[in-house]
């Protein structure tokens, strides 16, 4: 069958570069308690044998991707031999698991399990971005702690494949070229390129070397968020949306700004319990004009928010497509920068025997130039930071951190400021001409 259009382009992608880990979405779990990785491989064939995503494979026919769905596959966690020793050797077993998929393959999951040096268990599970996505993970968590507590499996109406037939007819409907006029409408005249001030020269091809970091606000900063966006009618997303594209004015200048963002892509819910690959990613066009207040942008960034949400069927690479940009191969398309406020993709499970831990670790990958989740937890925002390390050094990451929560302070506090007066410690000195060592950001 053929493959539904938001997966081409990733196939194309990792088949022209197949060392390409980029798409890979993985997790690494410290286990206490009773845990057995045999009783948990059973579980996982049970999934495999319920979601056909996990039994998909994806080739080239006549010059067209296309998805092949096996009826049974093999798949066995994999166990390391020696015990792990300390919190480094963690992170290198983890570093070490992740690697490129063979997508002729089924199935593009992959798990493996150690014994630490204390009792516990180290658990990671790797899949490709093909087959699954942030809320499919929530879902293969819930089944899995549903089969540990005996509870009933949900009823699967519709797989994959049949949202990949729905799709393809509802993207020739009529509701899809009015979205397709929007986004036209949207995307009009020159786009912009965010011009951001690097530590190295751009590559002439785009690169995936990347790094993360991670920082907060705390409890009293985004309570104040939290006010800001009652006394405006905005949403915490649109807030932290406004002062991101506020920062990307200062260090670049430029008022017309694009940034990616994903959706869920399960408008429809009858594929809710379904496993696969459904997320979109809508671009997000905002103008942070110095003359305006914060409040100003506020309120624009929402009206542009919700009229982008509306729009969110149209499928990304078919936005591509219709606004014909000039196509830079060290670029991602349209955008370099993306944003997420993070609700899905969290789930761990709570079971009784045992529990299961969330390993923060840095993949050494990263998609876009920038991109920056958000995670409402307990009462403050964690931000992931993540930067491609063939623009970025580590320091410059640490002072667009420090920034952006500058920002936050300045706009929760006084949200009537002029962006013109908002001041960052922004770039003053920045040449063309910086290669192999650092560029005087003078932050």
Known sequence: MSTFISSKRIFYLCTQD???????????????????????????????????????????EQGEPIQRIHENVDFSIETLPDVIRGTEAVEDVVKQFVRPFDLEAAPLIRMIVGSLDD???????????????GMSMDNMMHEITSMYSGSPLPD????????????????QSDSIKSQEAFWLETLKGPLPTLQLPTDFIRPDRKTYDGAKMT???????????????????????????????????KYTNQSDILIGSPVTGRQQGNFDATIGM???????????VPDDSFRELLLDVKQRTLSAFAHQDCQFDRIVQLVNSTRDP????????????????MYTGEIEAFKGTLIDYD?????????????????????????NTSLFLPGTAEYIAK????????ISEQPDTLIYDIEVDRVTDITDEAVDEEVNFNF
């Open 18 to 60: 197949p060392d390409n880990i980029s798409y890979n979405l993985n997790k690494a779990l410290i286990m206490e308690g009773n845990f057995d990785p045999f009783t948990l491989n059973g579980y996982m064939n049970t999934l495999i044998q319920r979601h056909e995503s996990f039994r998909t494979s994806f080739h080239w």
């Open 119 to 133: 009792g516990r268990h180290l658990l990671m599970f790797d899949v490709h971005h093909l087959v699954t996505d």
């Open 156 to 171: 699967i109406p519709y797989q994959y494949r049949d949202y990949s037939e729905w799709s393809n007819q509802y993207q």
């Open 215 to 249: 920082f907060y606000a705390d409890k009293a900063l985004t309570a104040r968020i939290g006010k800001l966006g009652a006394r405006t009618g905005t949403t915490l997303y649109m807030l932290l949306l406004s002062a991101l594209n506020v920062l990307l004015h």
């Open 278 to 288: 459904f997320v979109n990613t809508i671009v997000l066009r905002n103008e942070p």
């Open 330 to 345: 060290s670029r991602n398309p349209l955008f370099d920068v993306y944003f997420a406020l993070q609700n899905v993709g």
């Open 363 to 387: 993949s050494g990958v990263s998609r876009f130039d920038l991109a920056l989740d958000a995670i409402e937890r307990e009462g403050t925002i964690e931000f992931i930071l993540e930067y």
């Open 403 to 410: 920034d952006f929560v500058k920002i936050l302070e300045i």
